[in-house]
T-cell receptor, first 117, second 109 residues
Framework: GAVVSQHPSWVICKSGTSVKIECRSL??????MFWYRQFPKQSLMLMAT?????????EQGVEKDKFLINHASLTLSTLTVTSAHPEDSSFYICSASIGGAISDGYTFGSGTRLTVV | GQNIDQPTEMTATEGAIVQINCTYQ??????LFWYQQHAGEAPTFLSYNVLDGLEEKGRFSSFLSRSKGYSYLLLKELQMKDSASYLCADMDSNYQLIWGAGTKLIIKP
């Protein structure tokens, strides 16, 4: 089946540093990649939608200069958390549509647990 | 406005049946998804309903009533590994997924 490889699985960084998270579609082309953030015991919250070769669309309240998204190819999208602070600690997950049919659902990366100390 | 409601937590017994309900209110509708999410892991796709009725897939079935803005996920022959959060999500007119907060299902022996 369709697989999205996400890494790192977890990362601990110091406050003020930047962290890059990568998502690669291994056996399909992901024209669109969705980036989510999930705090403990809360729902998935869409941060932004990235389309290959164009600028990402950010949800209201998400700082585009802080969460840099690059979708340079059909198989790779990256999220960079710049100048990370403890409140950015969360579970970050990417997701892509598998194919042409909505009924195929969306496949998710394995997630990245970010802890900022 | 857009809103997804599902119970926060449910408990059931191994081998039994459990029904997890979800109600939604959206501007436009393009289908209802159910996902399973184990703690610390990414969600995995379970089902998609766009027409009214019951879709059966092994031990899991999903039901949709568009007129009532209502769906449920039915899990039969519960196993301990079914302990997880179950996320309801509907796709709005912009083909964007709107997620519920998830129902934590606890299975007891």
């Amino acid at each position: 089946g369709a697989v999205v490889s996400q890494h790192p699985s977890w990362v601990i960084c110091k406050s003020g540093t930047s962290v890059k998270i990568e998502c690669r579609s291994l056996d399909f082309q992901a024209t669109t990649m969705f980036w989510y953030r999930q705090f403990p015991k809360q729902s998935l919250m869409l941060m932004a939608t990235s389309n290959e070769g164009s600028k990402a669309t950010y949800e209201q309240g998400v700082e585009k200069d802080k969460f840099l998204i690059n979708h340079a190819s059909l198989t790779l999208s990256t999220l960079t958390v710049t100048s990370a602070h403890p409140e950015d600690s969360s579970f970050y997950i990417c997701s892509a549509s598998i194919g042409g049919a909505i009924s195929d659902g969306y496949t998710f990366g394995s997630g990245t647990r970010l802890t900022v100390v | 406005g857009q809103n997804i409601d599902q119970p926060t937590e449910m408990t059931a017994t191994e081998g039994a049946i459990v029904q997890i309900n979800c109600t939604y209110q959206t501007s436009g509708f393009n289908g209802l998804f159910w996902y399973q999410q184990h703690a610390g892991e990414a969600p995995t796709f379970l089902s998609y309903n766009v027409l009214d009725g019951l879709e059966e897939k092994g031990r899991f079935s999903s039901f949709l009533s568009r007129s009532k803005g209502y769906s449920y996920l039915l899990l039969k022959e519960l196993q301990m590994k079914d302990s997880a959060s179950y996320l309801c999500a509907d796709m709005d007119s912009n083909y964007q997924l709107i997620w519920g907060a998830g129902t934590k299902l606890i299975i007891k022996p």
